[in-house]
């Protein structure tokens, strides 16, 4: 009885490889946009490292000219390095967009549990969630940094802002259900405190949602981020960020087009990368689609 048991032992290790849930394979598309995505933030952190010029230098005698040795991408229309300009960019817009999702997933989550958990502070807060949802994001963006200035942290705030009240109604929804659980019940009943019920037995069932949410802020507040700088209502132009540097070139759009294609094409792949991502995340946490795959 020895003998055949050997074989069938042996591939046990092998049999609980095979035997993971589907879900949690990656397919080629979520595994090309993290490679992608890991090599975008990574060039952009040590941008400082390898660019071969100041980003914000003038040299008005190379202004306009095309990829060369000295100038990979050219130049734009005040002789910058259009290569340093959009590496050094990317490092503003990840910034703004990873602080915009970091700030809007806290503050929704302490307003969301508040809300979901205490009946009476629900009503009040709600309705101001309503109210801050019913003024379109883009609008009340270039309200707030025309109030208080082109700045990081005047742009930071305007994407963060609208941003909140989704997280707060994303977060309330998750503690509504969740306080009905018997474990809940069963820790109000033997007088456990506030605190304690909230961030012991509330919270870890938010953060798989949040996670998910957090991708999406992230890559739209990236995105906003661009349309405000080309629309003028975003970071200084001092700064260079993708929508910036876009926002420069299009005066110039028809004489060199490259000038909004490099910025617009990282941009694009960094989004798409955030969001296929966010789609993978959303899937591999699904608890619906855990129990099909059980």
Not at 86 to 100: C, N
Not at 228 to 236: C, E
Not at 260 to 269: C, D, N
Request: charged share 15%.
């Amino acid at each position: 009885m020895s003998g055949p048991q050997n074989p069938e032992s042996g591939m046990q290790p092998a049999l609980g490889l095979l035997s993971l849930p589907r879900s949690w394979r990656l397919g080629v598309g979520p595994t090309i946009a993290a490679i992608v995505l890991l090599l975008i933030v990574v060039a952009c952190a040590t941008a400082q490292l390898y660019i071969p010029h100041d980003p914000l230098t003038i040299n008005a005698l190379n202004r306009l000219k095309g990829p060369s040795e000295a100038h990979l991408l050219g130049t734009d229309a005040y002789g910058r390095d259009i290569f340093s300009r959009v590496m050094v960019g990317g490092q503003i817009s990840l910034v703004i967009g990873i602080t915009a999702a970091f700030v809007s997933v806290v503050l929704g989550l302490l307003i969301g549990l508040v809300s979901g958990f205490f009946r009476v502070a629900d009503a009040i807060i709600m309705r101001i969630m309503d109210s801050l949802m019913a003024i379109p994001s883009i609008l009340l963006a270039i309200a707030l940094v025309a109030l208080n200035g082109p700045s990081l942290w005047s742009v930071i705030c305007a994407i963060t802002i609208p941003e909140v009240p989704r997280v707060v109604r994303l977060v309330r929804s998750v503690v509504l259900s969740a306080r009905e659980e018997p474990y809940v019940e069963a820790a109000i009943a033997l007088g456990s405190s506030t605190p304690k019920i909230l961030w012991q037995h509330l919270m870890p069932n938010t953060l798989a949602p949040l996670t998910v949410q957090g991708t999406y802020i992230c890559a739209s507040a990236i995105l906003v981020e661009a349309i405000l700088s080309f629309l003028g209502a975003g970071v200084s132009t001092e700064i260079p960020t993708w929508g910036n540097i876009m926002a420069e070139g299009r005066i110039y759009f028809q004489l060199k087009p490259m000038l909004i294609f490099w910025p617009g094409l990282m941009l694009s792949l960094c989004i798409l990368s955030i969001n296929l991502l966010g789609d993978t995340a959303r899937d591999l946490l699904d608890p619906r689609l855990k129990k099909r795959e059980a």
